[in-house]
């Protein structure tokens, strides 16, 4: 794209003051994945599974 981001900030800002192209980015993977929400979560225990459990732990990470 070639809008800079001053002149994207300049003409949005006073009507939507808090969309930003990495917000707008967001919504839309979002969007496009939320039929995948489930896979994704089974994906991600096991994922999980197959981590080692103790470096979360180091790192802060408080498992639920």
Request: charged share 20%; aromatic share 14%.
């Amino acid at each position: 794209m070639s809008i800079s981001g001053d002149k994207f900030r300049q003409t949005s800002s006073s009507r939507w003051p808090s969309i930003t192209i990495e917000g707008l980015f967001e919504w839309a993977t979002k969007a496009v994945c939320a039929q995948h929400t489930t896979n994704n979560a089974i994906a991600f225990d096991l994922f999980m599974n197959n981590t080692d459990q103790a470096y979360f732990r180091r790192r802060g990470w408080n498992e639920s």
